[in-house]
């Protein structure tokens, strides 16, 4: 069994660019349920299928699973809910921990998130310089929630 335990915060300038390239992410839902999401994920010539539990503080349970790249993309275009996330990825090492920061495209462009994986909730970390508030416990913020709600929808209606 996987667990996953990450924080999840906004983006305050864009010095993270100068620390790494950034990969094309595409990801579809199945099932974007919040007691469970099964994701299809593409990155680069890979796919992805990642189910995931719901999360509890900044912990849920998390398997994924390598499925060949054609299959995720047909996955993707036929039967994932729609809008599509669609994303760059930059990943930046810092103080010892892996930061992923994602620059959305699409309906969710001007988002950008970064997120850090921990051993456990109580781990202590030096954020870097470049990370603002923290937004873990906001579902706003959830993949699998920003297809029902796309960021380009936040500013209309002020969510």
Not at 33 to 57: H, P, S, W
Not at 62 to 91: G, M, N, S, T
């Amino acid at each position: 069994m996987g667990k996953e335990i990450e924080r999840k915060y906004l983006v305050r300038d864009d010095a993270y660019k100068r620390l790494a390239e950034g990969l094309l992410y595409r990801q579809g839902y199945l099932n974007s349920e919040k007691e469970r999401t099964v994701r299809v994920r593409t990155v680069g010539d890979k796919g992805f299928l990642t189910i995931k539990g719901v999360t509890v503080g900044a912990s849920r349970l998390e398997f994924e699973y390598e499925i060949p790249a054609i299959d995720a993309d047909d996955l993707l275009e036929k039967l994932c809910e729609r809008p599509l996330i669609e994303k760059k990825r930059h990943v930046i090492e810092h103080e010892g921990l892996k930061w992923e920061v994602d620059e959305f495209v699409g309906d969710n462009e001007g988002l950008i998130v970064a997120e850090v994986e921990l051993k456990s909730e109580a781990q202590r970390f030096e954020k870097p310089p470049w990370v603002g508030d923290e937004v873990t416990g906001d579902p706003r913020y959830f993949n699998s929630n920003l297809i029902k709600n796309p960021y380009k929808n936040w500013r209309k209606t002020g969510n």
